[in-house]
């Protein structure tokens, strides 16, 4: 089997995408981030677009920071404890956002943010996971408060594959997308150990 093609992303790729998409955004009006990142040592992944992001909502709607949350998400990586069947197959919980999520989240407005929605499996496990502490903790209050402290969720990627997918996201729920691509392989500058050359290869790509 041949290895799949290749695109590599410069910082001021992904920069200007966000600052294109932070324009619909701004209809959702956010008032928390929750950045998606994977493994033990939780790597960037929606880490870098949360806090490009933040900026151009800061300028053009809030007028102030809106505070970025981080959940640790594992699907490809090999982690202490995961089988090899696991990889790939299973979302594995590495970091939340605490024993009291759900009440932390009451009544706010969350953008769920990630790099890439590859086969939607991640995405699908974080919004899901998210809602059920929500719901747990409106049947703890009176029937007439819930409406009010209903959470409300939207979705930004970056980039979205356009392939089948494995999960689903709840269609009341907002998705964002900075540019769908082809089913490629994605190589993030957060990822680069070279970033020279990392961005001589997105160069030569694009001359192609």
Known sequence: MSEPAHQHMTYND???LIRAAAQKISDFQPDMLIAIGGGRVVCPSGFFPARVLRTFLKNNVTK????IHAIGLSLYE???GTTAEQIGNE???TQWLGPESGKFLLGRRAL???EVDDSRK???YAVAELQKDVERELEALPEAERGTNRT???VFVVHNKLKPKLGELPPQIPYYV???????????PWEAVDIEEHDRLALAERER
């Open 178 to 188: 900075g540019a769908e691509v082809e089913d490629v392989w994605l190589d993030y």
């Open 14 to 16: 992904i920069h200007n």
């Open 122 to 124: 991640t995405l699908h």
């Open 152 to 154: 409300q969720f939207a």
């Open 91 to 93: 979302v594995v919980r």
């Open 78 to 80: 090999s982690l202490p």
């Open 64 to 67: 102030r920071n809106i505070p």
């Open 112 to 114: 769920i943010v990630d």
